[in-house]
């Protein structure tokens, strides 16, 4: 609007100078001129045109707003006539700000954010670390600190706690456990889903308001109350369409059913950052018969992360002394601290109070420090881009004395060659900014996808924030401006005449100094990255080469969770008969293994183990439980002795297979067969039948680690406790091996499988 | 070279005066640029010669105060120009422009009459 306005005043002005001159010329003419001399005389005497227009224009205030038009024009053009220098600007720009500001913004995202609820800081986490996960007993322990409790811990912390207006317990390994749930009706199929077992208040802890229906209440939590199910708002709007029928309606969980009572609130994706979301959430008391887990109501057994909400004004050090005090009376009447030796320990068991408003940090924890170390290297390109761009600014700056030199003769204000100046570098570091952003997205997008591949509903937004955008255009139009106006400074200051005169020559030496240091200070960048670069290439190429001593040819591996479903102890050896048997007599299959876990998969048991006959010899050990089948199947090679075999029954002597690792750690290398080992209390309890080699499980980084395997359904003499409430004794894998290739493996599996012991 | 050495005895307008004398003009009908400048020309027996590098910012300036208001119209030698009127704010402000210009005109005038150390 005002732009046009601008443009109509400006031709106007234009035909009303023009209509003074042709009355002038026509007055001349009138007194006997010639047109020729009449004109001329009378532009003559009206004076300078353009000049009367701009003092003219700028009565209007507009001449400002021209000028930048201008300065933009002309800024363009200079960008245009110099493609290579304005490319090379802006790709460096683009990759120095486009890399800052998408790693920033998954740090962001990942390690700065605060879970979506209402006052996260009054949040705090009864523990600070996520390596107490999952399932297992307290055991005594030489720093005393805590992470996870029992049921019975959590409830008596909640009832002599005062000092939280509420405190929620939640499962701390759910992401390893999913459910099978079906929506009521008979078209509809049952899924694999993600399930977090959470406390009746859990909501109300963080103060969430439901998407719809309502949230979990106490009520839902007590014994004998009606199963109910909260589900998550990604869940709803994904699988479901957001059907509002979905709240009240039924489903089967685990083949048992429950009432959906409402859906969490949109952007909620559980109390810690995962890769799979949970997509239902279940009250606690559920949990014993939902997943046939046992150790719900176990005093011994932890299995539950607690946060609670704070009460406005309860001093920190006051809080964290109560709780170690709760804890210990808790701890004291449990098995593992009632002994003389385990009393010793209850003074130091405590549970550091953490923050809680950025949840379970379990994510944070896994990524915290490459996500730091990308920052750095993202910070070391920026400043190498900030440096070359700098130079290329005052190379081209030097480049153009002679044409400042030659604006300033002419009579042209140095202010305004700054300005000009000033125009062009901000242009060019604004262009390069949004190349940056643009870069930045995309490159956060992608980080994401690398980081979680396959996940549909990633609870982390890839947009990057109001801060990071400032950040970026700050950063770039700093650099522009420094490096872009400095040799326009430095020229301006000369004596036009003299530049001219002399060339480069005069003012050659302040600057090259500049410029040397800019080199230097590039080239020392470029190397330190160059170095981490070199040292990142060689040990992912390590990792790359890494043997993980197994044979991934022609295997299939099946998922199953007998336990969810229903399967008690006492039906297991039988169960993992009848799939031995139904696979083998599919045609192809030349080797059924059933374990726990297999190699590489995220998770596995891990013993505090001891030699029988060395009481010295002890110490943690991974621990997995293995068919006949097994180690063949996987490809591990056995170097020593024997693998297992089928007559390793429940009634047979119980045996172990040890890694080699083991044979190193416990044994000094010596030959183990024959040797038993156990637990601190049993040492006798299984005798070394042979050794393998050392697969990798868990993670590549773990690759010489001390393992021992037992077979499936063997439990040593000395464990007196119900086979019921020995979970290892639920297999988790089975690994196929075949003689070919077979298609619709997935298909033929869960035709063969007993219905519902599949995931 | 002849029209310029008609304009030799010209004086420097006083700082100010510019703008009420182009609204003077403008009391006896709407003028143009070119007009007016004629018009100051002429009444003032050709000592008075408005530079057209102020005559324009000028018009602009009232045309922005709304002491004038300015319209596209025919001259008199069939030419299209921009006319411009005196709008009732110019005429009170050339009667408060004056007011100063008189009293101004009668201090100087008296200072520059009187005698030393009459007061």
Redesign the interface.
């Known amino acids: 609007m005002k732009m046009l306005e601008i443009l109509r005043r400006k031709t106007?002005?234009r035909?009303?100078?023009e209509?003074?001159l042709?009355?002038?010329t026509?007055?001349r003419v009138a007194r006997g001129e010639s047109p020729v001399d009449a004109r001329r005389?009378a532009v003559r005497?009206?004076?300078?045109v353009p000049?009367?227009?701009d003092?003219?224009?700028?009565?209007?205030g507009w001449l400002r707003l021209e000028r930048l038009a201008q300065d933009l024009r002309f800024a363009l053009r200079q960008l245009r006539r110099t493609p290579a220098f304005t490319t090379t600007v802006l790709l460096t720009l683009a990759l120095g700000i486009g890399a800052n500001a998408a790693i920033f913004s998954l740090v962001n995202a990942v390690l700065l954010k605060n879970l979506p609820v209402s006052d996260p800081k009054r949040l705090v986490r009864l523990g600070d670390n996520s390596h107490d996960c999952c399932v297992g007993r307290n055991g005594t322990r030489e720093e005393g600190a805590y992470s996870n409790f029992s049921t019975d811990t959590y409830v008596r912390l909640k009832q002599s706690l005062p000092e939280f207006e509420e405190l929620a317990a939640m499962q701390a390994g759910w992401a390893y456990r999913p459910v099978i749930a079906r929506r009521d009706g008979a078209q509809n199929e049952a899924r694999s889903v993600t399930a977090e077992f959470v406390s009746g208040n859990y909501f109300a802890t963080f103060g969430l308001r439901p998407g719809a229906g309502r949230l979990l209440i106490d009520a839902d939590d007590l014994p004998g109350a009606p199963a109910t199910a909260v589900m998550s708002y990604e869940t709803w709007q994904h699988e479901f369409n957001g059907d509002t029928a979905i709240v009240g309606s039924t489903f089967w969980v685990n083949t048992k059913p429950l009432t959906v009572v409402g859906v969490a609130p949109r952007g909620f994706f559980g109390d810690r950052m995962a890769v799979t979301p949970p997509d239902f959430y279940l009250p606690i008391q559920t949990m014993a018969s939902l997943a046939n887990a046992s150790y719900v109501n176990d005093p011994e057994t932890n299995w539950l992360y607690i946060i609670g909400r704070v009460k406005p004004e309860v001093p920190p050090a006051l809080l964290q002394e109560k709780v170690n005090a709760v804890l210990r009376q808790a701890f004291a009447m449990q098995r593992d601290f009632s002994t003389v030796n385990g009393k010793s320990f209850l003074a130091r068991v405590h549970a550091t109070l953490t923050p809680g408003g950025e949840g379970i940090q379990t994510m944070q924890e896994g990524y915290g420090f490459q996500l730091h170390l990308l920052m750095w290297i993202a910070g070391v390109v920026l400043l190498i881009a900030c440096a070359n761009i700098a130079n290329l600014l005052l190379v081209r700056g030097m480049g153009r004395r002679t044409e400042m030199s030659v604006r300033l003769a002419l009579g042209a204000m140095r202010g305004r060659i700054v300005r000009q100046l000033l125009t062009e570098s901000i242009l060019l570091a604004s262009l390069g900014g949004l190349l940056g952003l643009a870069l930045a997205y995309g490159g956060s997008r992608m980080l994401l996808v690398l980081a979680f591949p396959g996940a549909q509903n990633v609870p982390i937004e890839a947009t990057p924030s109001l801060a990071v955008i400032g950040f970026a255009f700050a950063l770039s139009v700093l650099t522009g401006i420094l490096f872009g106006v400095a040799p326009a400074w430095i020229s301006a200051q000369a004596r036009p005449a003299d530049a001219l005169r002399s060339g480069t020559r005069t003012t050659v030496s302040g600057t090259s100094l500049l410029q040397r240091t800019l080199v230097v200070l590039q080239a020392a960048l470029s190397l330190v990255l160059l170095v981490g670069a070199g040292l990142f290439s060689q040990s992912l190429g390590k990792l790359q080469n890494t043997d993980l001593r197994l044979d991934a040819r022609n295997r299939y591996i099946v998922h199953i969770n007998p336990q969810a479903a229903g399967y008690s102890g006492i039906q297991l050896e039988a169960l993992y008969r009848t799939i031995e048997d139904r696979f083998h007599a599919v045609p192809g299959v030349v080797k059924v293994g059933i374990s726990t876990y297999a190699p590489m998969e995220d998770n596995r048991w891990s013993n505090y183990i001891m030699v029988q006959r060395d009481p010295g010899a002890k110490g943690l050990a991974g621990f997995v439980r293995a068919n006949a089948d097994y180690f063949n199947s996987v490809g591990t090679k056995v170097v020593m002795g024997r693998g297992f075999d089928p007559r390793d029954t429940s009634n047979a002597p119980s045996v172990a297979v040890v890694n080699q690792a083991f044979q190193q750690k416990f044994f000094g290398g010596k030959n183990p067969i024959g040797q038993r080992i156990g637990f601190p209390d049993s040492p006798g309890d299984f005798e070394i039948v042979g050794v393998v080699d050392n697969t990798v499980y868990t993670d590549v980084h773990l690759k010489d680690d001390p393992m021992y395997f037992v077979p499936m359904m063997q439990r040593p003499a000395s464990d007196k406790s119900p086979i019921e409430r020995d979970i290892s004794l639920y297999a988790g894998t089975i690994v196929l091996e075949t003689a070919q290739p077979i298609d619709g493996m997935e298909r033929i599996a869960s035709k063969i499988l007993p219905a519902s012991t599949q995931i | 070279m002849a029209t310029r050495s008609s304009y030799q005895n010209r004086i420097e307008l006083l700082q100010g005066t510019l703008d009420m004398l182009i609204l003077k003009t403008l009391q006896w009908g709407a003028q143009h640029g070119y007009g007016i400048s004629q018009a100051i020309r002429v009444t003032s027996g050709e000592v008075l010669q408005v530079e057209t590098g102020s005559l324009y910012p000028a018009l602009h300036r009232l045309e922005r105060q709304g002491w004038v208001t300015a319209e596209w119209k025919q001259s008199e030698s069939n030419q299209r120009a921009k006319f411009y009127k005196i709008t009732k704010l110019g005429k009170e402000q050339l009667a408060s422009d004056y007011e100063r210009w008189e009293k101004m005109v009668a201090t100087i005038e008296a200072i520059m009459t009187s005698r030393r150390g009459v007061v």
């Open positions: 106007e002005l035909e009303e100078i209509s003074h042709r009355m002038a026509a007055d005389a005497e009206f004076g300078n000049l009367v227009a003092v003219t224009r700028e009565r209007w």
